[in-house]
């Protein structure tokens, strides 16, 4: 096996477009709280995008059962390095709903969406405890994924051994 299979292929791509559209909608709400004008809608919205990318990382972690991985590239420190990344970002799509989830369940935007009442939503998230660990775990995969993309990169332009083709939806013979 010289590639991942598509659906892992599938899964990765569309993880990374949900992830940066549940980033946005998470900075967009806390703006909107801050100002005020937090909405019930901007709540569901976010928790469905962060939502779909917990269901996401569950099938895409069947998938990798099923379907193997292709072998590492080599068997230096940096292999192992990136395979410990790759371990942390999963980690990191679970904990990360699962923290948000959390937020709503401990705080009163649970009663707010409950009773449908935006009025009742939080303008401050003091002693949240699940809402700081959101936060940071946030800023924690910000740059985890900074230094995966990097070491992409660095195997396209610097090393060109291929390695972007194996997370790639065209089929090399
Ligand atoms: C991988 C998935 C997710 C990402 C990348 C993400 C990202 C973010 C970001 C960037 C913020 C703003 C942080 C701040 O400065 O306060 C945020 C806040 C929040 N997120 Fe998420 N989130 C995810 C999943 C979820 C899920 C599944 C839920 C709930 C079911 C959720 C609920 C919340 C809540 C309640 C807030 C607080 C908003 C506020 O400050 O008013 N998140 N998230
Ligand atoms: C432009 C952005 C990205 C690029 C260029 C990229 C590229 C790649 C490549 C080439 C691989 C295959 C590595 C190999 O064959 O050993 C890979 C694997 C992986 N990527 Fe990304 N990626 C990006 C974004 C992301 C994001 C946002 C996440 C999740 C937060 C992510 C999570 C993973 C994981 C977990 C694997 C390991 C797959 C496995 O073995 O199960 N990637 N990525």
């Known amino acids: 096996m010289k590639q991942y299979s598509k659906r892992m292929v599938v899964t990765h791509w569309l993880t990374l477009g949900l992830l940066v559209a ?14 005020g004008n937090a909405t019930l809608a901007g709540y569901l919205i976010h928790a469905l995008a962060g939502g779909a990318i917990l269901l ?7 998938f990798r059962r099923k379907d193997g991985t292709p072998a590492p590239v080599g068997s230096g420190l940096m292999d192992k390095m990136a395979t410990g990344i790759h371990h942390l970002l999963y980690t990191l799509l679970i904990l ?5 989830i959390l937020t709503i369940v401990t705080s009163k935007v649970g009663s707010a969406l409950m009773a449908g009442n935006a009025g009742l939503l939080p ?18 995969l910000i740059a985890i994924v900074i230094v995966h993309v990097l070491g992409a990169v660095k195997h396209q332009f610097i090393l060109k051994d291929g390695l972007m083709g194996r997370m790639s939806l065209r089929r090399k013979n």
């Open 22 to 35: 549940a980033w946005f909608l998470g900075d967009s709400l806390s703006d909107a709280r801050h100002d």
């Open 56 to 62: 996401l990382t569950l099938l895409r972690l069947f």
């Open 96 to 100: 990360l709903p699962v923290t948000g």
């Open 123 to 140: 303008k401050k998230f003091t002693g949240v405890l699940a809402h700081d660990v959101h936060e940071l775990l946030v800023n924690v």
